[in-house]
């Protein structure tokens, strides 16, 4: 009803604009007309006031300038008008003053038609033209305050929970509010109500906006869509009518669903970053928790919605009675790894002897999007060698693409370089082969990658892992440092390759420090804020810091103890092994790249011959 009211006040204003205009138009181009007497007519032809006459019959008009074929002229200035007269000497008298006569035959109708009716024909098609676009989608003026959510068709989405693996807690969580909304009386006979509002929470990738699909090919109600940012607007009250009218279309269509992607987008905590309380966001935030759970409260309408930044949101957003539910997308285990993949290579002509299982294990932490991807990739490499399977080559080359960044053919290192970065990656790889908890090593490689590095050692580790000790953590900087120290053992020198190594350590270190409370000197105490735990973040440099000066020093000179104190422990190993850094640095420079086995090979026959029973070296099974 108000759209109609607008529209029809929006008609009345146009209507009278374009007469207006008309009006000043046929004022505009209309010739000044002075109506004189016949008498009158006469002098002003003899003073040469008069150059050009038109005769009807009616009247003669006299033009103060030469006119052409027109009856009009373009840019009239001045028309002397009288009625006409039977006059015999009329054209000789003409004549004789030299002046123009044109005749016209008078037709008023047909002149009235041009000048008004054409012109009001051409504003009316304007006019009509301006209302459909203002009518329609969302660019048009008239919608600026209705919701760009969209209703999602079950047919259109082609998405159902068969699709969606490694996510089966958050999938049984799903199928209740589900059944929430198919079958109410269920659970209402017992005295409960239906939760208002679900939260997917999870890593960027993790399958939250693919979990919002599934549900909507599932739904069996009425299910909108729409982005957090969707609601933000350069408007004030814009947003707030946006809320408004989305409640109003789910209200109508109840029971439904109503999903909102990227959540922080519109929920992010109120005050934090604006001067005052009248944000565009805030009030659109405000609008949005009134539609939840205020006065005048929605039933059947479940809102689902998904964000990577929890954290930021408004506490008011996430009490219960909004979002009564919180489900963790979380990055799948192995046999989640294991699911998502038989999901992404359905549709794959994968060879034989491909191990799904043995992928999953090489892919920890990966989430579903960087496994869609991984098979992706593999699919493009074995297109681009017009292989008809996709192997275990393939695979291993896309996961080193995803890994360690794409193969510099053209990056060429000279040979001093060569042997540098080659004893810097062996370095690492010596060290994680003589320490116990190290991850295993599962290839090293002197090919140029990615946009900085010049090589890489790739560890795997045997087993999903969710704690690390303070012992473990410690041994992972002794890894990073091992390259520098091979570099100053056998060189003498260092060179800039470590920079990326020293930045992983120091930060290890420092959050041992000051997260994890893992020295005795600063004690059991945390002194920053954890970063996002979705994010892998660290704080914000410019976030206003809770210790002292005093504190901050120490907290540096023992991140540097630590990190010092490492360093020389990957230096010691380094030197007792001397001869193994070369024997895997030689090979390393011969074959560009070793392989899990070949590493073994080199330092397991290296110490049998040494007879050196004191350093064990894990056997290949263990590094599967």
Same mark, same amino acid.
């Given at each position: ?41 006469? /002098?002003?032809?003899? $003073? ?18 030469? !006119?052409?074929?027109?009856? $009009? ?46 012109? &009001? ?14 009518? !329609? ?16 068709? !079950? ?140 006065? /005048? ?37 192995? &046999?989640?790894?294991? &699911? ?88 690492? &790889? ?27 050692? !790739? ?166």
């Amino acid at each position: 009803m108000k759209d109609v009211k607008t529209k029809a006040s929006f008609s009345i204003v146009y209507i009278l604009i374009t007469l207006i205009i008309l009006m000043l138009l046929q004022t505009w181009i209309a010739p000044k007309v002075e109506n004189v007497s016949y008498s009158k007519f006469k /002098q002003l032809i003899a $003073e040469g006031k008069i150059n050009s006459v038109v005769v009807s019959s009616r009247f003669l008009k006299g033009f103060d300038r030469i !006119q052409d074929d027109h009856t $009009e002229p373009l840019f009239p200035s001045l028309m002397y008008r009288t009625p006409r007269v039977d006059d015999q000497n009329l054209v000789p008298y003409l004549e004789q003053h030299n002046i123009t006569i044109i005749g016209e035959n008078e037709n008023t109708f047909f002149a009235t038609l041009l000048s008004w009716i054409l012109p &009001a024909l051409i504003f009316v098609g304007i006019w009509y033209w301006a209302m459909k676009r203002m009518g !329609q989608g969302a660019g048009g003026i008239m919608t600026l305050g209705k919701s760009k959510a969209r209703i999602v068709a !079950q047919t259109d989405v082609g998405v159902t929970f068969e699709d969606v693996a490694g996510q089966d807690e958050a999938k049984e969580e799903l199928k209740e509010v589900l059944e929430f909304l198919r079958n109410p009386e269920r659970f209402t006979r017992l005295g409960a109500k239906i939760p208002k509002g679900v939260l997917l929470v999870g890593p960027p990738g993790t399958g939250k906006t693919l979990l919002a699909k599934a549900v909507a090919g599932e739904a069996g109600v009425p299910f909108f869509s729409i982005g957090g940012s969707d609601f933000i607007e350069m408007f004030v009250g814009l947003g707030a009518a946006r809320v408004r009218d989305l409640f109003e279309q789910a209200n109508k269509m109840a029971p439904c669903l109503v999903f909102i992607d990227e959540l922080d987008a519109l929920g992010k905590a109120r005050g934090a970053g604006t001067l005052g309380g009248h944000d565009e966001r805030e009030q659109t935030l405000n609008q949005l928790l009134a539609e939840m759970d205020g006065f /005048q409260s929605t039933k059947g309408v479940v809102i689902l919605a998904a964000t990577n930044r929890p954290e930021i949101l408004d506490p008011a957003l996430l009490r219960p009675g909004r979002f009564d539910r919180h489900i963790l997308v979380d990055r799948p285990d192995l &046999a989640g790894r294991i &699911a998502i993949l038989k999901v992404h290579t359905k549709s794959v002509i994968l060879a034989p002897d491909v191990d799904l299982e043995l992928i999953a294990r090489r892919t920890p932490g990966f989430t579903g999007a960087e496994l869609a991807n991984l098979v992706n990739e593999a699919a493009l490499l074995a297109a681009r060698k017009d292989k008809q399977q996709v192997g275990n080559e393939e695979f291993d080359e896309a996961l080193d693409r995803i890994v360690a960044g794409l193969e510099k053919k053209n990056r060429v290192l000279n040979e001093k370089e060569k042997r540098t970065v080659a004893y810097h990656e062996s370095g690492h &790889a010596l060290v994680a082969a003589f320490r116990s908890t190290a991850e295993p090593v599962h290839k090293i490689s002197i090919v140029p990658r990615g946009i900085g590095a010049l090589g890489f050692t !790739q560890q795997l580790p045997t087993e999903d892992r969710y704690l690390m000790s303070k012992t473990e953590l410690l041994e992972k900087i002794d890894v990073l440092l091992g390259g520098r120290a091979a570099e100053e053992i056998v060189f003498g020198d260092i060179t800039t390759g470590a920079q990326n190594d020293l930045q992983r350590a120091t930060d290890i270190a420092r959050s041992m420090v000051t997260l994890y409370g893992m020295t005795e000197k600063l004690g059991h105490v945390t002194y920053q804020p954890p970063p996002s735990p979705f994010l892998n973040s660290t704080p914000h440099p410019a976030a206003p810091r809770e210790i002292s000066d005093e504190t901050a020093r120490r907290i540096d000179e023992e991140v540097r103890e630590i990190v010092e104190d490492r360093m020389k422990g990957a230096s010691e190993t380094l030197r007792q092994h001397e001869d193994l850094l070369h024997l895997v640095a030689e090979k390393l420079l011969e074959k560009e790249t070793l392989e899990r086995e070949e590493f073994l090979e080199i330092i397991g026959r290296a110490l049998d011959s040494a007879e050196s029973p004191e350093v064990t070296v894990p056997p290949p099974s263990e590094l599967s």
